[in-house]
């Protein structure tokens, strides 16, 4: 659905993962998530690790502690509680935890190793060029992400194998860093890194109508287990692409193309792309007022909540003991 409707808008080789596919090559699929609430827009980077996964990628699921401290201030035994949520919420989404190897960056020395070895070979020139002037730490955490990345590609875990990471636009810089790192005659004659795959996802809109949602700005996003009334005030207060007055918006429609409650719709709330054409055109002719709309989605949020919240509780134990056990095959 995601490539479909261009949510998924853009690749790096992915026709190698295409391949592997076909020729029934193992290849893995690797997501690393700073350990925070899951909002809505997360989920959707979660639903695609999950497709690989389905088409029979081996999942290696980083809990990014040490970016979470050095970008968010996070303390490590914070993130250590929080990513037992994160992953309760990747298994009642579908993730096969037998088939993903879960771990914490700042348990697993074989990624802080390749991450050290990466420093030596990169300038703080270079680094500057991608993410502008930042504390060293933030640096630290490029080259560990990096890492992250290629780790899947090391001998230990049957490398080099073709590797796809999905992610949001604006690690496009990022992408390039741990390609341009994995081409290196220095670690291809040592590891023989085939080059990693991205596919580039767009960022949904925020409810209060900026770029994205963002977790720093809590009017832009609802997380699922956010309080009821939270959600229900969040979304009810959004910004939408309606007219001024009900009788101009009956006139001239409203913009969906601008409007988060429409983005809710085409990411994650309205799967039938039927549905999805009807709300569209209902809205642009004016035949749907916002406040309908609102209260429509709101429905369906709340339907979907409760059942996430359903199996996401039933999941809480076996992430614990996965997280516990640290760096398992759940
Ligand atoms: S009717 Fe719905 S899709 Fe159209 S602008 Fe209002 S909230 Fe957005």
């Known amino acids: 659905m995601n490539m479909r409707r261009g949510i998924v808008f853009g690749h790096i080789d992915f026709e190698r993962i295409l391949d592997a596919v076909k020729k029934s090559i193992e290849f893995a699929v690797m997501t690393g998530i700073k350990p925070l609430p899951y ?55 579908g993730l096969e935890h037998k088939r ?30 991608i993410y502008g002037e930042r504390p060293f730490g933030h640096y630290m955490s490029a080259l560990i992400q990096a890492a992250d990345i ?10 080099p194998k073709p590797t796809i990471t999905p992610v949001g636009a604006d690690q496009a810089p990022h992408s390039r860093l741990t390609r341009d790192l994995a081409r290196k005659e220095v670690f291809r004659r ?22 994205k949602m963002s977790k720093r700005n809590p009017r832009s996003y609802f997380a699922i287990d956010e309080g009821e009334d939270s959600i229900v005030y969040k979304v009810k207060n959004a910004f939408t692409g309606g007219r001024e007055t009900a009788k101009l918006q009956r006139k001239l429609g409203g913009q969906p193309e601008i409007c988060p409650i429409y983005e ?25 007022l916002c406040g309908e ?21 039933k999941k809480l134990n076996v992430a614990q003991r996965i997280i516990r056990g640290n760096h398992l095959y759940g």
């Open 39 to 93: 909002h809505i827009g997360s989920f959707i980077t979660c639903e695609e690790v999950i497709h690989f996964q389905k088409m029979g990628g081996h999942v290696f699921f980083c809990i990014a502690d040490l970016e979470a401290y050095a970008i968010n201030r996070i303390p490590l035994r914070e993130s250590y509680k929080i990513s037992i949520d994160n992953l309760a919420d990747l298994l009642a989404l």
């Open 100 to 129: 993903t190897y879960i771990y914490r960056q700042s348990e697993f020395i074989n990624v802080l190793k390749l991450a050290n070895i990466f420093s030596s070979h990169v300038t703080k020139r270079t680094l500057e060029a």
């Open 264 to 288: 809710l719709e085409v990411y994650f709330f309205t799967r039938d792309d039927e549905k999805l054409r009807r709300i569209y055109f209902d809205c642009k002719n004016g035949d749907i």
């Open 293 to 313: 709309h609102k209260d429509e989605i709101l429905r369906r949020i709340l339907v979907f909540r409760k059942d996430h919240l359903k199996r996401k509780r």
């Open 150 to 159: 290629l780790q899947p590609q090391l001998k230990e875990f049957g490398g």
């Open 190 to 211: 040592e590891y023989g890194f085939i080059l990693p795959s991205f596919t580039f996802h767009t960022l949904i809109r925020g409810l209060d109508g900026s770029d």
